[in-house]
C-alpha cells in the first residue's frame, strides 16, 4: 500500500470519529438508508415552510444535510443561523465541518476559532481545528493544538487517536504506537486503534507486541486470514 494511501485511510477514520462527535444521532442515521433520511429532510423542509424564523428548525434541517453530504445546502441554513445569532456555538462548528468538506479551509479555520472563542476546550471543536491545521500542512500547530486538546481531555480515546494519526503521518512512529496505546487503554474494544497500533509495530519490527495485537484482533472478531500480512517472522 502506497504512503499516501496509508494517511488517507488513517485521516479518514479521524474524520468519521469527528463527524460522530459532532452529529449525536449519526450512529442512528448511519443504519438507515439514504432513502430514509431524505424523507427525514423533506420532513424537516415541510416544517421549516410553517416556521421559516425557526432557529431549531434550520438546525435541524442542516443536520439532515450534513448525513447527505449536502455541504452547500448545510451551509445555507447555518449561514442563516449565524446571521442572527453570530454566538451559536453549533451552528460555528458544524459550519466549519462544512466549510472544510467544500475545501474552503479558511473559513472553516475562522469558525472553528470563533467556536473555541465561544468553548476554549470543547473536545469536538479542538479536534476539528487540529486536523483541519494538519490538513492545511500546518503541522506545528496542528501539533500544538492537539497537545491542548490532550491535556485538555486526558480521558477521551479520540484524543490520543487524533494525535497519534497526526504522529503518524509525520513519521513519529514511536510517538503514534505509545498513543495509539493510550486510547485503546481508554477504548479496549476499538478495532481501528489496533489495526493502526498493528500497522506501526510491523513497521518498527516490534514482533512480539504486533502478535499481541493481532490475538486481541482475533479476539475481539476479526478473522485470522485478514490479519496475515500483519504476522512477522
Not at 59 to 84: C, G, P
Not at 97 to 120: I, P
Not at 130 to 152: G, I, P, S
Request: glycine share 4%; charged share 30%.
Amino acid at each position: 500500500m502506497r504512503k499516501e494511501d496509508r494517511k488517507q485511510i488513517v485521516f479518514a477514520v479521524l474524520r468519521l470519529m469527528l463527524v460522530g462527535l459532532f452529529l449525536c444521532c449519526v450512529v442512528v442515521c448511519e443504519a438507515q438508508n439514504e432513502a430514509a433520511l431524505r424523507d427525514s429532510l423533506r420532513q424537516a423542509a415541510d416544517q421549516l415552510t410553517f416556521h421559516p424564523d425557526s432557529i431549531e428548525l434550520r438546525m435541524d434541517k442542516a443536520r439532515w444535510n450534513m448525513l447527505l453530504k449536502q455541504w452547500d445546502y448545510a451551509k445555507a441554513e447555518y449561514d442563516y443561523v449565524l446571521d442572527r445569532m453570530p454566538n451559536h456555538f453549533d451552528a460555528r462548528r458544524y459550519r466549519a465541518y462544512a466549510n472544510e468538506q467544500m475545501g474552503r479551509y479558511t473559513f472553516a479555520r475562522l469558525d472553528y476559532d470563533w467556536a473555541l472563542r465561544l468553548r476554549s476546550g470543547d473536545l469536538s471543536a479542538m479536534m476539528g481545528m487540529a486536523l483541519l491545521l494538519q490538513k492545511m500542512q500546518h503541522y506545528t500547530e496542528a501539533l500544538d493544538m492537539v497537545n491542548r486538546l490532550v491535556n485538555a481531555h486526558p480521558e477521551a480515546a479520540e484524543a490520543y487517536a487524533v494525535r497519534a494519526g497526526i504522529e503518524k503521518d509525520r513519521e513519529m512512529f514511536d510517538l503514534a504506537v505509545y498513543d495509539f496505546g493510550e486510547a485503546i487503554k481508554r477504548d479496549e474494544t476499538n478495532k481501528d486503534y489496533l489495526l493502526n497500533r498493528l500497522e506501526l509495530l510491523v513497521k518498527l519490527n516490534r514482533k512480539e507486541e504486533a502478535d499481541s495485537d493481532i490475538k486481541r484482533l482475533v479476539q475481539l472478531g476479526m478473522p485470522r486470514p485478514a490479519l496475515k500480512k500483519y504476522m512477522l517472522k
